[in-house]
């Protein structure tokens, strides 16, 4: 087994170009000091997500602003599973939210309870991969799951997506309906964070 690389700065592309997830991933790693700039800041294209896995996918992110800038660089992709859709949307997470005028996740939770309505199964997760990639190729991947049901209707105006229709294990209120703050501290981005920190020098 190789030994885990350790990104120790100074300069990371986070290859995103949503402003948002740009502001999240810098303030998580403000801690480090290390130099952020962001891949569409850098104009760097935005490659097709071809994978079947989440992993995968933002592994095609990470390679591709490394080799475009010529730096280490880190990409996430995130979804929502369900267990009765063999864990669809799954990585169209998105796309099953798309309309020819924006995305819309009222009509996109409404698919997810459509299809899954007669199943006992209320199992769901959500899912955050994060990849780091060095221009040499080298890659390194952490995943992090958030394990819970779904509900119906969806409840909660707080945070974003399918977050309504959620209720994490040992909750009762579903991620929409939480503070920011607990939400954040079982999510799984803080769980693929937590998993991130282990290539990361000593903080
Ligand atoms: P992407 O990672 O930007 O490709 O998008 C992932 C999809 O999963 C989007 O449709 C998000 O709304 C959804 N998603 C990812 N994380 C969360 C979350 O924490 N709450 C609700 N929806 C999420």
């Known amino acids: 087994m190789t030994a885990r690389r350790i990104f120790a700065g100074p300069k990371l592309v986070l290859a995103t170009h949503n402003k948002g997830k740009v502001r999240e991933v810098a303030d998580l790693l403000a801690p480090w000091g ?3 700039v962001s891949a569409g800041a850098l104009g ?3 490659p097709d997500e071809t994978e079947d ?10 390679l591709a602003a490394s080799r475009a800038s010529g730096l280490p660089a880190l990409a996430d992709d995130s979804g929502f599973s369900v267990a009765a859709l063999d864990g669809a949307p799954g990585v169209r997470t998105a796309d099953w939210a798309e309309t020819p005028t924006g995305r819309d996740y009222a ?7 459509k299809l899954a309505r007669h199943a006992p199964d209320r199992r769901a997760w959500f899912s955050c991969a994060l990849v780091l ?12 799951e958030a394990h819970g049901r779904w509900v119906w209707p969806p409840r909660g105006t707080n ?5 309504p229709m959620f209720v994490p294990d040992g909750h009762d209120q579903t991620f ?3 503070a920011p703050a607990a939400k954040h501290a079982i999510s799984h981005r803080a769980a693929a964070f937590a998993k991130l920190r282990t290539s990361l020098p000593p903080r």
């Open 34 to 36: 290390f130099e952020v």
């Open 44 to 46: 760097l294209p935005e």
């Open 53 to 62: 896995s989440f992993l995968g996918n933002a592994r095609i992110k990470a």
């Open 107 to 113: 009509m996109a939770m409404g698919k997810v309870e």
């Open 133 to 144: 990639a060095w221009p040499d190729g080298h890659t390194e991947g952490f995943l992090g």
């Open 159 to 163: 945070g974003f997506g399918y977050d």
């Open 176 to 178: 929409g309906e939480m």
